[in-house]
């Protein structure tokens, strides 16, 4: 319940709001990140050269730098970070951001409703640190259940690393009015006709 309303934050509405189908294999991304490839083939994929791993007491790789990405990946790396696995700074590719990075373009599939409803249902009981995630997601679900903003709500600006929001962009346009040219067409000014 927000504000006396109901609010659904299933997987069902996520994928309504979206228009993505529901994937019946939902373990298929879980598998994926505890049984992935080789991380050298990973590697090989994502990044122009060999990146310098930083490891772990007990020798276990954590990250690397953002730098050694290709262009390619490094636009995925901006999406997983703003969209699937949100971060406050995108310097350092961490394990679980390359095997996304990579599972994207090698076509694995994963319901990214399921994703980011279990990712909502994380932050939202504490288990994260830096704030509520996906809030953007969250008040779309908000307004889509009827709740408007009041003045006293805060409006944050959104993380302009990726702006394009299919289902907002298509609002914006339906309030722009179209500006046609005119029915005839214009004659040249004199300026124009040069040498003919």
Known sequence: MV???????????????????SINTPS?????LEDHPPLDTIRELICRDDPQWTLSRLNELIHFSRTKLTVATDHWLRFVSTRLLPTTHTSKVMKERAMMI??????????????????????????????LYHPSLITAL???????????????????????????????????????????????????????
């Open 102 to 131: 990579f599972a994207i373009p090698t076509d694995v599939t994963f319901d990214i409703d399921r994703f980011l409803h279990r990712s909502i249902w994380k932050s939202a009981i504490g288990g994260l640190t830096i704030g």
């Open 142 to 196: 908000c307004a889509q259940a009827g709740l408007e903003r009041q003045s006293g709500d805060e409006l944050l600006q959104p993380d302009l690393m990726i702006s394009a929001d299919r289902r907002l962009a298509g609002q914006a346009r339906a309030h722009i009015r179209p500006n046609y040219p005119p029915d005839e067409p214009t004659e040249p000014s004199p300026a124009n006709m040069g040498n003919e």
């Open 28 to 32: 298929e991304l879980q598998e994926f």
């Open 3 to 21: 504000r006396g309303k109901s609010v659904n934050f299933s997987t069902r509405a996520i994928n309504l709001l979206f228009g993505t189908p």
